[in-house]
Nanobody, 125 residues
């Protein structure tokens, strides 16, 4: 079982960068697939980036590909989301998550078991 403490987020202008972090407590952090989801009011939570436990393979949703980067530091039990060139449509609540399955082409909400508390990212001029 993992518990996350999430940090980062806040207010940014278009084109800015922000970095989100999630520090986990618990065992076997290095065995989990880690992911980032985001949610806006009235919409389902959307998986935007994930990183595998086995070899660090990554998946990105088309909406963030080339702008966001997920990474993990197993020595620090931490997963990161570096967000660059932020756009208005990136405004959402962002949550980290851990699960057992990695898929190279899609993220399924049901496959992630442990969640961070969420952080608001607002992109506004």
């Amino acid at each position: 079982q993992l518990q996350f403490v999430q940090s980062g987020g806040g207010l940014a202008q278009p084109g800015d960068s922000l970095k989100l972090s999630c520090v986990a407590s618990g065992r076997n952090f290095d065995r989990y697939t880690l992911g980032w989801f985001r949610q806006t009011p009235g919409k389902e939570r959307e998986g935007i980036a994930s990183i595998s436990a086995a070899d660090g393979s990554t998946f990105y949703h088309d909406s963030v590909k080339g702008r966001f980067a997920i990474s993990r530091d197993n020595n620090k039990n931490t997963v990161y989301l570096e967000m660059n060139n932020l756009q208005f449509e990136d405004t959402a609540v962002y949550s980290c998550a851990a699960g057992w399955s990695y898929r190279p082409t899609k993220m399924y909400l049901r496959e992630f078991e442990y969640w961070g508390q969420g952080a608001q990212v607002t992109v506004s001029s």
